[in-house]
Protein backbone atom coordinates (compact mmCIF):
# COMPACT_ATOMS: atom_id res chain seq x y z
CA UNK A 1 0.00 0.00 0.00
CA UNK A 2 0.95 3.82 -0.66
CA UNK A 3 0.58 6.59 1.77
CA UNK A 4 0.39 10.12 0.21
CA UNK A 5 2.22 12.78 1.82
CA UNK A 6 0.31 14.21 4.46
CA UNK A 7 -3.16 11.78 4.28
CA UNK A 8 -3.72 9.94 7.51
CA UNK A 9 -4.48 5.74 7.17
CA UNK A 10 -6.09 3.66 9.60
CA UNK A 11 -5.28 0.55 10.28
CA UNK A 12 -8.01 -1.87 11.77
CA UNK A 13 -8.51 -5.37 11.93
CA UNK A 14 -8.85 -8.38 14.46
CA UNK A 15 -6.24 -8.86 17.69
CA UNK A 16 -3.65 -10.32 15.95
CA UNK A 17 -3.61 -9.57 12.65
CA UNK A 18 -0.28 -8.10 12.32
CA UNK A 19 -1.34 -3.95 12.64
CA UNK A 20 1.71 -3.45 14.65
CA UNK A 21 3.99 -5.55 12.48
CA UNK A 22 2.95 -3.22 9.67
CA UNK A 23 3.69 0.07 11.29
CA UNK A 24 7.32 -1.61 13.18
CA UNK A 25 8.58 -1.92 9.80
CA UNK A 26 8.42 1.79 9.17
CA UNK A 27 11.47 2.83 11.46
CA UNK A 28 13.39 -0.64 11.07
CA UNK A 29 12.35 -2.05 14.32
CA UNK A 30 11.92 -4.96 12.14
CA UNK A 31 12.91 -5.48 8.67
CA UNK A 32 11.01 -7.13 5.87
CA UNK A 33 12.32 -10.87 4.88
CA UNK A 34 10.57 -10.11 1.15
CA UNK A 35 9.08 -7.17 -0.57
CA UNK A 36 10.05 -3.22 0.47
CA UNK A 37 9.11 -0.22 2.54
CA UNK A 38 10.05 2.87 1.08
CA UNK A 39 9.49 6.29 1.95
CA UNK A 40 10.00 8.56 -1.00
CA UNK A 41 10.98 6.03 -3.03
CA UNK A 42 14.01 5.20 -0.95
CA UNK A 43 14.09 1.83 0.94
CA UNK A 44 14.64 2.41 4.78
CA UNK A 45 17.40 -0.35 4.60
CA UNK A 46 19.43 1.96 2.61
CA UNK A 47 18.73 5.30 4.60
CA UNK A 48 21.05 6.21 7.90
CA UNK A 49 19.34 4.65 11.07
CA UNK A 50 19.34 7.74 13.15
CA UNK A 51 17.97 9.72 9.98
CA UNK A 52 15.30 7.80 9.48
CA UNK A 53 14.18 7.52 12.88
CA UNK A 54 14.45 11.23 13.52
CA UNK A 55 12.14 11.70 10.59
CA UNK A 56 9.21 9.57 12.21
CA UNK A 57 7.56 9.97 15.53
CA UNK A 58 5.72 7.39 17.78
CA UNK A 59 2.93 7.89 20.06
CA UNK A 60 1.66 3.97 21.43
CA UNK A 61 -0.17 2.98 24.29
CA UNK A 62 3.00 1.87 26.59
CA UNK A 63 4.35 5.52 26.78
CA UNK A 64 8.25 5.39 28.36
CA UNK A 65 8.94 7.59 30.19
CA UNK A 66 12.89 7.96 31.47
CA UNK A 67 14.06 8.44 35.24
CA UNK A 68 14.17 12.15 35.45
CA UNK A 69 12.41 15.38 35.19
CA UNK A 70 9.73 16.19 33.29
CA UNK A 71 11.79 18.49 31.23
CA UNK A 72 13.95 15.76 30.75
CA UNK A 73 11.67 13.81 29.33
CA UNK A 74 10.45 16.74 26.90
CA UNK A 75 14.23 17.62 25.86
CA UNK A 76 14.50 14.07 24.90
CA UNK A 77 12.44 14.55 21.66
CA UNK A 78 14.38 18.07 21.00
CA UNK A 79 17.60 19.32 23.03
CA UNK A 80 17.45 22.80 21.57
CA UNK A 81 14.03 23.21 22.60
CA UNK A 82 13.59 26.55 24.10
CA UNK A 83 11.43 26.91 27.06
CA UNK A 84 9.13 28.55 24.82
CA UNK A 85 8.40 26.09 22.17
CA UNK A 86 8.19 23.18 25.09
CA UNK A 87 5.41 25.40 27.08
CA UNK A 88 3.33 25.54 23.68
CA UNK A 89 3.89 21.45 23.00
CA UNK A 90 2.42 20.94 26.70
CA UNK A 91 -0.46 23.16 26.19
CA UNK A 92 -1.56 21.42 22.66
CA UNK A 93 -1.02 18.14 24.40
CA UNK A 94 -3.23 19.48 27.66
CA UNK A 95 -0.45 19.04 29.84
CA UNK A 96 0.93 22.14 31.21
CA UNK A 97 -1.34 22.98 33.80
CA UNK A 98 -1.32 19.71 35.25
CA UNK A 99 2.84 20.61 35.35
CA UNK A 100 2.19 24.10 36.61
CA UNK A 101 0.61 22.39 39.70
CA UNK A 102 3.11 20.45 40.89
CA UNK A 103 5.80 21.86 42.80
CA UNK A 104 8.84 21.59 41.18
CA UNK A 105 7.06 22.55 37.79
CA UNK A 106 8.99 21.34 34.80
CA UNK A 107 11.57 19.94 37.12
CA UNK A 108 9.48 17.19 38.83
CA UNK A 109 10.50 14.23 38.59
CA UNK A 110 9.00 11.12 37.36
CA UNK A 111 10.41 8.04 38.68
CA UNK A 112 11.24 5.17 37.04
CA UNK A 113 9.13 4.64 33.45
CA UNK A 114 6.97 7.64 34.86
CA UNK A 115 5.51 5.22 37.92
CA UNK A 116 4.81 9.05 39.77
CA UNK A 117 2.15 9.71 36.73
CA UNK A 118 -1.10 8.74 35.81
CA UNK A 119 -1.55 6.92 32.36
CA UNK A 120 -3.24 9.62 30.64
CA UNK A 121 -0.61 12.19 32.32
CA UNK A 122 1.95 9.79 30.18
CA UNK A 123 0.31 9.65 27.19
CA UNK A 124 -0.04 13.42 27.02
CA UNK A 125 3.74 14.16 27.59
CA UNK A 126 4.48 11.54 24.88
CA UNK A 127 2.31 13.47 22.97
CA UNK A 128 4.02 16.70 23.85
CA UNK A 129 7.39 15.29 23.33
CA UNK A 130 5.92 13.96 19.99
CA UNK A 131 5.23 18.14 18.95
CA UNK A 132 8.40 18.97 19.75
CA UNK A 133 9.68 15.96 17.23
CA UNK A 134 7.57 17.54 14.79
CA UNK A 135 8.69 14.45 12.74
CA UNK A 136 7.63 14.30 9.02
CA UNK A 137 5.97 10.71 9.76
CA UNK A 138 3.74 9.97 12.56
CA UNK A 139 2.93 6.52 13.86
CA UNK A 140 -0.05 6.22 16.35
CA UNK A 141 -1.60 3.24 18.48
CA UNK A 142 -4.38 5.71 19.52
CA UNK A 143 -6.17 3.15 22.54
CA UNK A 144 -6.90 5.16 25.86
CA UNK A 145 -9.31 2.01 27.09
CA UNK A 146 -6.84 2.38 30.23
CA UNK A 147 -8.05 5.72 30.64
CA UNK A 148 -10.86 8.08 32.06
CA UNK A 149 -13.38 9.79 29.95
CA UNK A 150 -11.48 13.14 30.86
CA UNK A 151 -8.30 12.24 30.25
CA UNK A 152 -9.40 10.01 26.22
CA UNK A 153 -10.85 13.59 25.34
CA UNK A 154 -8.09 15.69 26.46
CA UNK A 155 -5.72 13.11 24.53
CA UNK A 156 -7.99 12.88 21.49
CA UNK A 157 -7.74 16.51 20.87
CA UNK A 158 -4.11 17.02 21.18
CA UNK A 159 -3.69 13.98 18.40
CA UNK A 160 -5.83 15.59 15.81
CA UNK A 161 -3.84 18.63 16.17
CA UNK A 162 -0.72 16.57 15.61
CA UNK A 163 -2.04 14.76 13.19
CA UNK A 164 -2.88 17.75 10.84
CA UNK A 165 -1.21 17.80 7.47
CA UNK A 166 1.19 15.33 8.56
CA UNK A 167 1.57 11.80 7.35
CA UNK A 168 -0.24 9.66 9.80
CA UNK A 169 -0.24 5.81 10.00
CA UNK A 170 -2.85 4.97 12.74
CA UNK A 171 -3.78 1.49 14.55
CA UNK A 172 -7.18 2.74 15.58
CA UNK A 173 -9.89 1.76 18.25
CA UNK A 174 -12.27 4.49 17.64
CA UNK A 175 -14.90 5.06 14.56
CA UNK A 176 -14.52 8.54 15.18
CA UNK A 177 -11.09 8.41 14.03
CA UNK A 178 -11.33 5.41 11.40
CA UNK A 179 -14.46 7.87 9.90
CA UNK A 180 -11.93 10.69 9.37
CA UNK A 181 -9.02 8.76 7.76
CA UNK A 182 -8.24 8.76 3.71
CA UNK A 183 -7.87 5.13 3.71
CA UNK A 184 -8.44 2.53 6.13
CA UNK A 185 -6.40 -0.63 5.67
CA UNK A 186 -8.52 -3.82 6.59
CA UNK A 187 -6.00 -6.40 8.35
CA UNK A 188 -6.38 -10.42 8.91
CA UNK A 189 -3.73 -13.12 9.36
CA UNK A 190 -1.03 -10.84 7.86
CA UNK A 191 -2.70 -9.54 4.85
CA UNK A 192 -4.29 -6.46 3.83
CA UNK A 193 -7.88 -8.08 2.57
CA UNK A 194 -9.43 -4.75 2.15
CA UNK A 195 -8.78 -1.06 1.29
CA UNK A 196 -11.20 1.60 0.98
CA UNK A 197 -13.08 4.66 2.71
CA UNK A 198 -15.38 3.78 5.60
CA UNK A 199 -18.72 3.70 3.43
CA UNK A 200 -17.22 1.91 0.49
CA UNK A 201 -15.71 -0.91 2.86
CA UNK A 202 -19.23 -0.89 4.52
CA UNK A 203 -20.50 -1.49 1.42
CA UNK A 204 -18.52 -4.16 0.76
CA UNK A 205 -19.99 -6.68 3.63
CA UNK A 206 -16.72 -7.87 4.23
CA UNK A 207 -14.44 -7.77 7.30
CA UNK A 208 -14.73 -5.18 7.51
CA UNK A 209 -18.58 -4.80 7.80
CA UNK A 210 -18.24 -7.55 10.62
CA UNK A 211 -15.63 -5.43 12.38
CA UNK A 212 -17.93 -2.43 12.56
CA UNK A 213 -20.94 -4.43 13.71
CA UNK A 214 -19.11 -6.39 16.46
CA UNK A 215 -16.56 -4.12 17.85
CA UNK A 216 -16.96 -0.06 16.25
CA UNK A 217 -20.75 0.05 16.69
CA UNK A 218 -20.74 -1.06 20.41
CA UNK A 219 -18.01 1.80 21.22
CA UNK A 220 -20.30 4.22 19.27
CA UNK A 221 -22.75 3.31 21.40
CA UNK A 222 -20.62 3.38 24.58
CA UNK A 223 -19.58 7.25 23.34
CA UNK A 224 -23.34 8.64 22.59
CA UNK A 225 -23.84 6.77 26.40
CA UNK A 226 -21.38 8.84 27.95
CA UNK A 227 -22.53 12.06 26.04
CA UNK A 228 -25.96 11.87 27.26
Sequence with gaps: FTVPAGQMFAIVGPS???????????????????????IAGVDVRDMDLTYLRSCIGVVTQDTYLFNGTILDNLRYANENATMEEI??????????????????????????????LSGGEKQRLSIARVILKDP????????????????????????????????????????????????????????????????????????YRELYETQFRKILDMESGNQD
Excluded at 99 to 108: A, F, H
Excluded at 179 to 187: F, S, Y
Design 136 to 207: KILILDEATSALDSISESAIQDALEVLMQGRTSIVIAHRLSTILKADQILVLKDGEIREQGTHEVLLEKGGI
Design 16 to 38: GSGKSTVVNLLPRLYDVLSGSVS
Design 87 to 116: EAACRIASIHEFILKQPDGYNTMVGNRGLK
